[in-house]
């Protein structure tokens, strides 16, 4: 079976982006920028599929420039937006689902992400 998990912590090792385990309790995952470099903590007793997602986020944040400000809905939600499309490239979603793949616990596991980020993507793509 095609393999569709993008290798996320790899993508974040050739940005330079630093990861670290952390001992977190209330949340997933966090970043911080110093100087030029962006180190993500994730939380160490998460699920790899948590912990993809959270690394995903927090690179959308380095991406869009929002790693350094505080809280910020609209951060956020492009965050997560840039997040799915990261673990969730359009053209491997429609290859998925071409090759047989619509329930979403399938495409969550092929995809190593949990059956939200799938049915989010999903309504993302197909505008539905
Ligand atoms: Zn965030």
Same mark, same amino acid.
């Given at each position: 079976m095609t393999d569709y998990s993008i290798n996320i912590h790899a993508l974040a090792r050739d940005a330079g982006i630093?990861?670290?385990?952390?001992?977190?309790? /209330?949340?997933?995952?966090i970043v911080v920028r110093l100087r030029q470099r962006a180190f993500v903590g994730l939380r160490k007793t998460a699920d790899i599929r948590t912990k993809r997602y959270a690394l995903a986020h927090e690179m959308g /944040?380095? #991406?869009?420039?929002?790693?350094? $400000?505080?809280?910020?809905?609209?951060?956020?939600? #492009? +965050?997560? #937006?840039? +997040? #799915?499309? !990261?673990?969730?490239? *359009? @053209?491997?979603l429609r290859r +998925?689902? *071409?090759? @047989? /793949?619509?329930?979403? $616990?399938?495409? +969550? !596991?092929?995809? @190593?992400? !949990?059956?939200?980020v799938v049915e989010q993507r999903c309504k993302e793509v197909f505008n539905s």
């Open positions: 630093a990861i670290e385990d952390c001992p977190f309790e /209330h949340m997933d995952g /944040h380095v #991406r869009d420039g929002t790693a350094t $400000s505080r809280y910020c809905l609209l951060a956020e939600r #492009r +965050a997560d #937006r840039l +997040a #799915r499309a !990261s673990v969730i490239p *359009e @053209g491997w +998925a689902i *071409e090759d @047989g /793949h619509t329930e979403y $616990s399938v495409l +969550a !596991s092929l995809f @190593g992400v !949990s059956e939200e």
